[in-house]
């Protein structure tokens, strides 16, 4: 079966998606386990690759040793059609097991408009649409994330659905699976309907008034008319990731990432996020410390991100983020906040943050006005936000993206003013020489937040409110970068959905819909087409709700009260801004039971009905700190208020000191500094994303002493790798093996390594050249020993050499390349013996053979007989050697179909491996290479 899916890699985009040959990916024998688990993401695998909670869930379920996970992807539309045409399933990357074969198969759902894709998946996948028409063969088919909390649009398709953490659900769902006898699938159900936290769809039963409104949502089991989502208490409790997978392709977040902490107590009143996993629990800095260098080494990356909804947050951020860069600044390794907000950048946050090149940042505003603002429950003022762009502009960043919302509950004309001017005056404080852009989305309510009863802009508001901002902002020379409507439109109506809107999905994956969060792929005809099939008004979803109604997601409790919600919408049209839990005091919310549930912080000091851990950070935290703030934030100063009182004593020894065990000055003039009073962390207010940036030039203090010229293999998946690709893999792969390898000087360093001509994607290579330079001597055979041990799968070294930093690149030396050319897939009666000989005699004894190649954009014919000779070298296997030319060198498997006279299906069912390569007259030929001395140099 993986044969026939490399097929299909030679004719899709991008085959790194499919290959599954990462470092860190699990492999066990299926046969050694009782449950076989897929986590399946309805996104491309780039997306989907970079989702931290799916790589959570897959470390913890492989941990155990009677299941084993792997991972399913939305195929791109290329390779849907790729596999309906070759009529092959979905299939796992880690064995190419089909979607069927699975037990069990846990979507995850981040995004509404990924919807119709996991019915393509689970279609492709060969399992039965509905959740009704799956026998005890079946796998079960759960769901889980942020959309799970109003999971009744896509309910029919779904077996179960996972509200809130999963880590120590997914275990339990295993072994109810594992137990289970196999002969009622319903007793199944039941068993999962009784693990806190799950919920089964088709436990409960909506009914409908005349006027399309919700009724009742009646439970089959009257003891249990809701389900109240599963938390998880103490984040230290788990492991954090054991190993990270290390893609060998691009994805979006591509880095090592570590979840600093889980829930926002800020309480932004349109963010879902900020509701749904309350309360806010921190993991201890030190232990993060600590697995970074960890994962770092493990995984060859040269960036780590600290992930929450809001790092700038986290009580420890400042310590953390100093001790960090003192390790890990050196290796060259980054370390980004992508959600952090402004009243973070205290000075000694941004003097970290200094230590790396800067590239642009971007600061969320979220609205143009101080009174929409302070509806949303944004606590800080426009002075302070100007205040840091100052700041931002003044160290050295070039470009600034404010990110504001339109539509949002109660906006006016004046709210959409006030984004322009908040943009012009940010751009005036960069002296009007840096590019500002405003980033405006439409405002989507949600469920479980205090503006889930409030109604959503049309496509036509917004359509009119993108226009006045574009024609203002441009007036004024500011960027403006604006969310496809039609996108926010369909995602409104399956935020706030009943299950009624399954009928329209369906509709639309017959269709054709796929992949509609992609503003080139939504189909919006076909999805008018789709809700007028299933006689619904798509408008009526968007439509403001009475505070009585009966919600679509009544049944499901996200911990926090509807009371709380009410009192909440209440206060921003009030004005009233609610206080932080986590610093202040309790608001009462209902996401805490103050027993065993509560915020876990670092704070220094808690507040009311906090858990406070920050005792055993406080030394930690003020000797990072500096004694005198510039720019204090409030809620610094609060902190700071606070600790005037009287604490506990410090500690005589610094307690980080027990982590690092290092001696640098910097941390010997801490401890100088030590007696200094107890400090907490400046909290933040607003959000500010800072973008990947990488060293500063300054820091490339080493040169070059060593070449070392390499010669390795491509086989198995590894052939699919393209040349970044192959890159990345080695560049990672020395990082892991420690190697010492130099760096180009300028402004975006580079590792400097230097690769022979590229391979073609899916051809298998005996040998291809590779130079690395290195700033300290190794042997050659260390070096290979030692990336031989790094590697992905499909790549060995097996020549080193050491060469002289001035020796010619290996571009300059070569003459030919020799292949072997399989005809073993073609068939017989297709293509018998006899005539591949007669062909290739014949192209032998004539005296040209043009040929057509595709040179800088434009078709040219060439003479093969110039730069080609070919023989047979034994049943249905042919030897081509192509000399390399000024116009390049011709392919192999191109020649060979030129001359048999293959079609493009057929050219891909030939297996060409290079064999040999001919460096000036000597045949330098790796040790397996075989047959080249039968072909005429
Ligand atoms: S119950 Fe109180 S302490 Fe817990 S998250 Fe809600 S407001 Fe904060």
Redesign the pocket.
């Known amino acids: 079966m993986r044969v026939d899916y490399e097929d299909l890699l030679r004719t899709v985009d991008k085959p790194g998606r499919y290959l599954g040959n990462e470092r860190g990916a699990i492999r066990k024998d299926p046969a050694s386990v009782a449950v076989r688990f897929a986590l399946a993401f309805p996104e491309v695998y780039e997306i989907a690759q970079s989702h931290l909670g799916l790589q959570i869930l897959y470390d913890i379920l492989n941990r155990r040793t009677d299941v084993y996970c792997e991972r399913i992807y939305a195929p791109w539309v290329d390779m849907e059609a790729a596999l309906r045409r070759h009529a092959l399933p979905l299939a796992s990357l880690e064995t190419c097991t089909p979607l069927s074969d699975f037990h069990i198969v846990g979507f995850s759902l981040q995004y509404e408009l990924t919807y119709t894709n996991i019915l393509a998946m689970l279609d492709l996948g060969g399992v039965p649409l509905f959740a009704t028409d799956r026998s005890v063969d079946d796998p079960i088919i759960v769901a889980g994330g942020p959309c799970a909390f109003n999971p009744e649009p896509i309910a029919p398709f779904l077996d179960a659905v996972v509200l809130g953490d999963g880590e120590e659900i997914v275990g339990e769902l295993a072994e109810a699976y594992r137990d289970w006898d196999r002969r009622d699938r319903d007793t199944l159900l039941r068993r999962l309907a009784a693990i806190d936290g799950i919920y089964v769809p088709a436990f409960f039963t909506p009914t409908y008034a005349a006027d399309g409104r919700i009724t009742a949502i009646a439970p089959s089991d009257p003891a249990r008319p809701v389900v109240r989502k599963r938390i998880l208490r103490d984040l230290d409790t788990v492991p954090l990731l054991g190993r990270q997978i290390v893609p060998t392709m691009d994805i979006v977040h591509d880095r090592v990432a570590l979840e600093v902490m889980r829930?926002c107590?800020k309480g932004c009143r349109f963010c879902q996020a900020g509701y749904i996993y309350?309360?806010?629990r921190e993991r201890d800095p030190k232990a993060l410390l600590a697995h970074t260098e960890k994962l770092l080494k493990e995984s060859g990356y040269d960036e780590v991100s600290l992930l929450s909804l809001s790092t700038g947050d986290y009580s420890c951020i400042n310590p953390l983020l100093a001790e960090l860069m003192d390790r890990v600044a050196p290796k060259r390794i980054a370390v980004s906040l992508p959600s952090t907000r402004v009243d973070a950048l205290d000075p000694h946050l941004l003097a970290e943050i200094k230590r790396v090149r800067k590239t642009g940042f971007t600061l969320a505003p979220e609205a143009g006005t101080q009174r929409l603002r302070d509806v949303i429950q944004k606590e800080y003022r426009e002075d302070e936000l100007v205040q840091a762009a100052s700041l931002i502009f003044g160290l050295g960043w070039r470009s600034l993206k404010l990110y504001f919302m339109l539509g949002l509950p109660s906006e006016t004309e004046e709210d959409l003013h006030g984004i322009i001017a908040l943009t012009r005056r940010v751009s005036a404080t960069g002296g009007h020489r840096h590019p500002v852009t405003a980033s405006v989305s439409t405002f989507v309510p949600k469920p479980h937040t205090p503006f889930q009863w409030a109604p959503q802009v049309t496509i036509e508001e917004t359509h009119a409110r993108q226009t006045l901002l574009r024609r203002e902002l441009g007036r004024h020379r500011l960027g403006f970068k604006w969310h496809d409507a039609r996108l926010s439109y369909l995602e409104g109506v399956f935020s706030r959905g009943d299950r009624r809107l399954a009928t329209a999905i369906l509709a639309a994956y017959r269709l054709g819909c796929r992949f509609d969060g992609w503003s080139d792929q939504c189909r919006w005809d076909l999805w008018q087409r789709a809700f007028a099939e299933s006689g619904l008004d798509p408008d009526w979803y968007h439509r403001r709700r009475t505070l009585d109604e009966v919600l679509p997601w009544d049944h499901l409790d996200s911990g926090?009260t509807k009371t709380?919600l009410q009192r909440e919408l209440a206060a921003a049209f009030a004005r009233t801004l609610t206080p932080d839990?986590?610093i202040e005091r309790?608001?009462?919310?209902?996401?805490?039971d103050?027993t065993s549930v509560?915020?876990v912080t670092f704070h220094p000091r808690g507040?009311k009905?906090?858990e406070s851990r920050g005792a055993t950070v406080d030394a930690w935290a003020s000797e990072a700190m500096p004694a005198d703030l510039p720019w204090p934030t409030r809620n610094w100063q609060r902190l700071v208020d606070g600790a005037r009182e009287p604490a506990s004593p410090a500690p005589d020894v610094l307690p980080i000191s027990d982590v690092m065990g290092s001696d640098s000055a910097a941390r010997a003039q801490r401890q100088r500094d030590h007696d200094r009073p107890t400090r907490g962390q400046g909290n933040a207010e607003e959000w500010i994303g800072s973008e990947r940036h990488g060293l500063r030039p300054d820091d490339d203090t080493r040169s070059a002493v060593q070449r070392i010229r390499l010669v390795y293999q491509t086989v198995d998946r590894a052939r699919f790798l393209g040349n970044r690709e192959l890159a990345i893999a080695f560049v990672r792969a020395c990082r892991r093996a420690s190697l010492p390898l130099a760096f180009s000087s300028g402004h975006h360093p580079m590792p400097r390594m230097s690769f022979g001509p590229a391979l073609s994607l899916g051809f298998a290579s005996h040998g291809e050249y590779l130079d690395l330079d290195l700033t300290e001597v190794w042997t050659a055979h260390d070096v290979m020993h030692a990336l031989n041990g790094e590697l992905p799968e499909g790549l060995v070294v097996v020549e080193a050499d050491t060469l002289d930093l001035r020796a010619p690149s290996i571009d300059l030396a070569l003459r030919a390349f020799v292949y072997s050319v399989s005809l073993q897939r073609l068939a017989p009666e297709r293509l018998a013996d006899d005539v591949i000989a007669s062909r290739v005699t014949a192209f032998e004894a004539a005296d040209s053979f043009p040929v057509t190649k595709r040179i800088k954009g434009r078709d040219r014919t060439i003479d093969a007989k110039e730069s080609v000779s070919i023989r047979s070298a034994g049943s249905r296997l042919l030897h081509v050697r192509t000399a390399v030319t000024r116009q390049g060198t011709l392919k192999p498997n191109a020649i060979v179909a030129a001359i048999l006279g293959l079609d493009d299906l057929e050219v891909a069912l030939l297996s060409v491996t290079k064999i040999g390569t001919i460096v000036d007259d000597a045949i330098e030929s790796p040790p397996v290479a075989t047959g080249i001395e039968a072909v005429a140099p």
């Open positions: 829930g107590v309350r309360p806010l926090v709380f839990c986590s309790c608001t009462y919310c209902g996401a805490c103050f509560r915020n507040a009905g906090s």
